[in-house]
């Protein structure tokens, strides 16, 4: 496997704070944000509660990442669309983690070669990780656009995700991915290291 198979999860700037002081908290964990400031589907995060896996755990019990960057809720989030409060990309910030890092903290993983809501989609553990890079279409994953006439399953493989249980510590977030100077500099006011933080305004929309 390559090491450098990173991936990403998206939050509110606002949030970053609490990851530095308890890293990426669970919803159900006790110390989860008292003040997290959402940015998803609420809908959709419900239905995640909902789902039980292949390993008897719930889908909700594990905190979920991407394995791109310019994904459909991304989209969504900064259009405002299916409901969801529409936010600047200024506002967003990515946290970026790699498959690596976690199986050297020893945290319980599984992953999806899609959407982990979909049907369609399957799962896989640690066992499986000599083959991520065969079962996850990093093509798709990697693909600028979703809505392909010729491969209705697109969006699905776009959204394969990589799933930690439980809260990860800040040692297992390696940086962070922002939209312009103005965000890089408030990552800066928070005490985050300079050579953490990288400036892709093409990771957005």
Request: proline content about 5%; charged content about 25%; aromatic content about 12%.
């Amino acid at each position: 496997m390559n090491k450098k198979i990173y991936f990403y999860r998206i939050t509110h700037i606002e949030n970053i704070p609490h990851i530095l002081r308890n890293g990426i908290t669970h919803i159900q964990s006790p110390k989860r944000n008292p003040n997290y400031i959402g940015i998803g589907d609420d809908a959709l995060i419900a239905k995640r509660q909902e789902i039980i896996l292949p390993n008897g755990k719930r889908l909700g019990d594990y905190s979920p990442f991407y394995f791109g960057r310019k994904m459909p809720m991304l989209y969504v989030i900064q259009n405002g669309f299916n409901g969801v409060q529409k936010r600047d990309a200024d506002q967003i910030v990515y946290c970026v983690s790699s498959v690596q890092t976690i199986i050297d903290l020893n945290i319980e993983f599984i992953f999806s070669d899609g959407h982990a809501v979909s049907n369609l989609s399957a799962f896989y553990d640690k066992r499986d990780i000599p083959n991520l890079e065969t079962l996850i279409d990093f093509q798709a994953v990697n693909a600028d656009f979703w809505n392909n006439p010729d491969d209705t399953d697109l969006k699905r493989r776009k959204e394969a995700e990589f799933l930690a249980l439980g809260d990860i510590p800040i040692e297992a977030v390696l940086g962070y991915i922002v939209y312009s100077e103005r965000s890089k500099a408030t990552l800066l006011r928070f005490g985050i290291a300079e050579e953490k933080i990288v400036i892709r305004p093409q990771d957005y929309f």
